[in-house]
Structure formats: C-alpha cells, structure tokens
C-alpha cells in the first residue's frame, strides 16, 4: 500500500513538470508569434555595414546617381510634353532604388571577400610580434653603411686632428653589418663583460643620461627598429630586430651602459673632467672593439695619460679643449676619421678581428703567401658629443671592415699618401714596417712576391718587390 502511494506520487510529480514545460515552451510560441506577425519561420537578415572610408564615396555615389537621374528624367518628360510628375518620377524612383541596392549588394560582396582576409589588430606596431608565423622583409640588409670619406692625396698634417662638425641625425647608425657585429657584442658582453665594460663611481649618472639618450635616438631615428613598449607596467625598448628587450626604468635590470652596447655597434667612452686636476678622466666605456689596448688598464686613468701606448688617444686632450669644440652646443658633434691596416689569413673570425687588446694581434699567424685579399683596411669613425645633464663628454667609435682589394683603385694613391703622413710614433704603433711594402706595393700596381715569415716576429722584411 505504501509503495503504490510513493509511485502515484512520483507518476503526478513528472506529470506536473511536463506539462509546466510545455506551457512554457507553448507560451514562448505565442510571444514569438506577435512579436514576427504571425510568422513561424525566422527570417534572417544580414545588416550591410558600411565602413566608414566608405561611406562618404557611397553618399556621394548616390547623390551623383540621383542628380544625373533628375536631369534624365526631366528631359523625358519635357520631350513628352509633361512635367515631370506621374509616371515619370515613379520610375526615376524605381531606377534610383535598383542602382542603390546594387551599390550595396557590392558592398557586401566585398565585405565577404575581406572577412576571409587575416585579421591584423589596428594598434600593431608592426614589429611582427603579434603575427610570428610571418616573415618580415629584411630591408636591413639593404642599407648601406654610413659613408666614409675617401682617402686623401694631400692629408693634412697627422696633429690636426682632422675634426669636423657631425650632423647629430647621424650620431648613430644602423646597417646591413649590424645582425654579425651584433652577434660579436653579444658574445664579448656575455663572456668577457669586465674585459669590454667598465665603469667608475664617476661616470654612473652620465651612463643613465646616455642609456636615455641613445634610446630617445635609435627610437626617433629607426622606429622601424627600435620601439619603446609597455611590459608589466615596466618601459622597455624593443630591438626589433634582433627580437630583444631592455628596461630603461629603475631599477634597471642590466646596467645602463650595456644597454647602450647592446643596442648600437658604436663603442661608448665617457670623459669626465676632474675639479682636482682639471683634466678628462676616462670615467666609463664599453669598448668591445678595442684597437690594440686594454679597457681595465685606463679605466680611471686620465685621458693625456692613455695614449701611452695607445698614440691615437694622445690628441684626445686637444680635442676636448680645442675652440670649435668648446663651442658646440648640446645637440651637436664633431667627428673624425682614422684606419688601421690588419691582416687575415683566413682563419679568423669576426670576433678575432674586431677585438683586439694586443697590437701584435692586428698581424697573426705564419702565412707563407700574404696575398692583396688577407689585407683589412680598419677604419674607425670617431664621434664627440657633450651630454648636457652631466656636462660629460661621450666619445664614441664605430669600426669598419674593408678588404684593401676593395679599395677603390683610384683612391688606392691616396691611401698610400696618408700613410706616409703618419708620423714615426704612429707609424711603429699601426706596424707599418710589417705590411708597408705589400699595401704599397698593390696600391702602386706592383707586382708582389712574399716570403714566408712569422707576422708575430719583427725579423725581415715580409715583402719584396718585383721591379
């Protein structure tokens, strides 16, 4: 008995619950049924959304379309004797209609083809990264390195420092060789960082006002390759093309001044000048291609003491105080040029030609046929910028590579005259009497024979001349 009480219950309870479903499903029904007239069947329709580009030549379609309509019309019907009403204005209507519906129809067909298109986000800054699959267009690879000036026939005298004026837009640079010499700062900071980077109590807060403004540079300069990008609620600058990122907000997460070595392939030097001695003191630099010195040797030192035995330092003291340059102001520089001339056998990396601490090492190896094509013309573009918070001194060096065969032949005399001129301090230094009758005998059309010899070694003569 009470079983049959417990299942009669269950039996009205799904009773009950079917018939509420259905009462709303029946009502639903019927709100539908007012709301569509009666109309079971839903009838979709798509909304033609014209874009705002768009509507303006669309507007003005139209209204061409209705004037030119007009005039047709009214010739019509003055040529049939009427007015210009009746029949007339309803097919003008008619034919407005047909042309407006096939504009749209237009549209939307267009709109179809788009919406299959990839869809790209407005706001991209247009460094890839929102689309990685994609390869980007290397157009770096197609820009050429800034221009040096070619060799002289008649160069000034060695001491006058062959300064002048730099447009500040090219203060820094960006090339085809930027990925490989990157690739060589990268390395040298991330093995050797206190071989190539040093920095004194003095030069901390001119490093931050430099890292602020090779950044505002590089940005302003190549935004195509530099962008400054929010991450975290952190400012970072984005070297888009070598896909890395750098904070330039404290606190910092890399020193200030290797960020700037990271970012641009000059080398940084900034002078200080002491109140004690009133002198300039080498007060920090990230030197990663050194020309035959070592950076932890002068760090610190002053600089009318460094050219010893560096000579190409020792006019660095004129410079400074020389009239032209004292009278520059903040957003401008000055800039020079100076060579070297080195040699690969052919088994030396990019690392092994561009650092280099020691100047016996601008010579390596013992070739047996030192040929036109192992011989580098190196050439350093040197800059001079004052920074204005700080009042410090930014010297920066941005190193070239030349084979001595590329040389262009009619510049290959003048490249022998302004050795000549280098006097006899400079001219030891650079190892003149190692290569001197090979660079000579090529650029002078001389036919050459090498003798074997140890380059390290200063015995002999490397080169002898067929007359």
Same mark, same amino acid.
């Given at each position: 008995?009470?079983?049959?009480?417990?299942?009669?219950?269950?039996?009205?309870?799904?009773?009950?619950?079917?018939?509420?479903?259905?009462?709303?499903?029946?009502?639903?029904?019927?709100?539908?049924?007012?709301?569509?007239?009666?109309?079971?069947?839903?009838?979709?329709?798509?909304?033609?959304?014209?874009?705002?580009?768009?509507?303006?030549?669309?507007?003005?379609?139209?209204?061409?379309?209705?004037?030119?309509?007009?005039?047709?019309?009214?010739?019509?019907?003055?040529?049939?004797?009427?007015?210009?009403?009746?029949?007339?204005?309803?097919?003008?209507?008619?034919?407005?209609?047909?042309?407006?519906?096939?504009?749209?129809?237009?549209?939307?067909?267009?709109?179809?083809?788009?919406?299959?298109?990839?869809?790209?986000?407005?706001?991209?800054?247009?460094?890839?990264?929102?689309?990685?699959?994609?390869?980007?267009?290397?157009?770096?690879?197609?820009?050429?390195?800034?221009?040096?000036?070619?060799?002289?026939?008649?160069?000034?005298?060695?001491?006058?420092?062959?300064?002048?004026?730099?447009?500040?837009?090219?203060?820094?640079?960006?090339?085809?060789?930027?990925?490989?010499?990157?690739?060589?700062?990268?390395?040298?900071?991330?093995?050797?960082?206190?071989?190539?980077?040093?920095?004194?109590?003095?030069?901390?807060?001119?490093?931050?006002?430099?890292? +602020?403004? *090779?950044?505002?540079?590089?940005?302003?300069?190549? #935004?195509?390759?530099?962008? %400054?990008? =929010? /991450?975290? &609620?952190?400012?970072?600058?984005?070297?888009?093309?070598?896909?890395?990122?750098?904070?330039?907000?404290?606190?910092?997460?890399?020193?200030?001044?290797?960020?700037?070595?990271?970012?641009?392939?000059?080398?940084?030097?900034?002078?200080?000048?002491?109140?004690?001695?009133? +002198?300039? *003191?080498?007060?920090?630099?990230?030197?990663?291609? #050194?020309?035959?010195?070592? %950076?932890? =040797? /002068?760090? &610190?030192?002053?600089?009318?003491?460094?050219?010893?035995?560096?000579?190409?330092?020792?006019?660095?003291?004129?410079?400074?105080?020389?009239?032209?340059?004292?009278?520059?102001?903040?957003?401008?520089?000055?800039?020079?040029?100076?060579?070297?001339?080195?040699?690969?056998?052919?088994?030396?990396?990019?690392?092994?030609?561009?650092?280099?601490?020691?100047?016996?090492?601008?010579?390596?190896?013992?070739?047996?046929?030192?040929?036109?094509?192992?011989?580098?013309?190196?050439?350093?573009?040197?800059?001079?910028?004052?920074?204005?918070?700080?009042?410090?001194?930014?010297?920066?060096?941005?190193?070239?590579?030349?084979?001595?065969?590329?040389?262009?032949?009619?510049?290959?005399?003048?490249?022998?005259?302004?050795?000549?001129?280098?006097?006899?301090?400079?001219?030891?230094?650079?190892?003149?009497?190692?290569?001197?009758?090979?660079?000579?005998?090529?650029?002078?059309?001389?036919?050459?024979?090498?003798?074997?010899?140890?380059?390290?070694?200063?015995?002999?003569?490397?080169?002898?001349?067929?007359?």
């Amino acid at each position: 008995m009470e079983f049959n009480t417990i299942f009669l219950f269950a039996v009205i309870t799904i009773l009950c619950l079917v018939f509420s479903t259905f009462a709303i499903l029946f009502g639903a029904t019927l709100v539908n049924l007012y709301k569509r007239n009666g109309n079971l069947h839903l009838k979709l329709t798509k909304p033609v959304i014209i874009p705002a580009y768009r509507q303006e030549a669309t507007a003005k379609y139209v209204e061409d379309l209705k004037a030119r309509t007009g005039r047709t019309d009214t010739t019509t019907s003055t040529s049939r004797g009427g007015n210009g009403d009746g029949d007339d204005d309803h097919g003008s209507r008619t034919t407005e209609r047909v042309e407006i519906e096939a504009i749209k129809r237009r549209i939307a067909r267009e709109d179809k083809r788009i919406s299959k298109l990839p869809t790209f986000e407005q706001d991209d800054c247009g460094d890839g990264t929102n689309f990685p699959e994609v390869q980007m267009a290397d157009t770096l690879s197609t820009v050429q390195p800034y221009p040096l000036p070619p060799f002289r026939e008649r160069p000034p005298n060695y001491m006058q420092m062959g300064l002048k004026k730099l447009d500040i837009d090219a203060w820094l640079t960006v090339d085809k060789n930027y990925r490989d010499q990157h690739g060589v700062r990268k390395k040298l900071l991330d093995r050797k960082k206190e071989e190539v980077l040093q920095v004194t109590d003095d030069g901390e807060e001119a490093c931050i006002e430099l890292m +602020e403004e *090779v950044v505002g540079f590089l940005v302003k300069k190549y #935004p195509k390759y530099f962008q %400054l990008v =929010e /991450r975290d &609620g952190r400012t970072k600058v984005l070297n888009a093309i070598m896909e890395e990122e750098f904070c330039v907000q404290r606190p910092y997460e890399m020193h200030p001044l290797e960020v700037c070595a990271r970012l641009a392939n000059e080398d940084f030097n900034i002078l200080f000048k002491s109140e004690f001695s009133g +002198e300039h *003191v080498l007060a920090a630099s990230a030197t990663l291609f #050194p020309a035959g010195w070592r %950076l932890r =040797e /002068r760090i &610190g030192t002053s600089v009318s003491l460094l050219h010893n035995p560096v000579p190409q330092w020792q006019d660095i003291p004129d410079i400074l105080s020389h009239s032209y340059f004292t009278r520059l102001s903040e957003t401008s520089c000055m800039e020079r040029h100076s060579f070297f001339i080195q040699i690969n056998p052919g088994d030396r990396t990019l690392q092994d030609l561009l650092f280099i601490q020691n100047p016996q090492d601008f010579f390596p190896g013992r070739i047996s046929a030192l040929s036109p094509s192992h011989i580098i013309v190196r050439r350093e573009r040197q800059s001079f910028r004052r920074l204005p918070k700080s009042n410090t001194v930014v010297f920066t060096v941005k190193t070239t590579m030349q084979r001595l065969i590329d040389v262009p032949e009619a510049n290959r005399p003048a490249l022998v005259s302004e050795i000549k001129a280098w006097p006899e301090d400079i001219a030891a230094y650079k190892g003149l009497a190692i290569w001197q009758r090979a660079v000579f005998g090529f650029c002078e059309g001389k036919r050459t024979v090498v003798e074997d010899q140890d380059l390290g070694s200063d015995v002999g003569t490397l080169t002898r001349i067929e007359e």
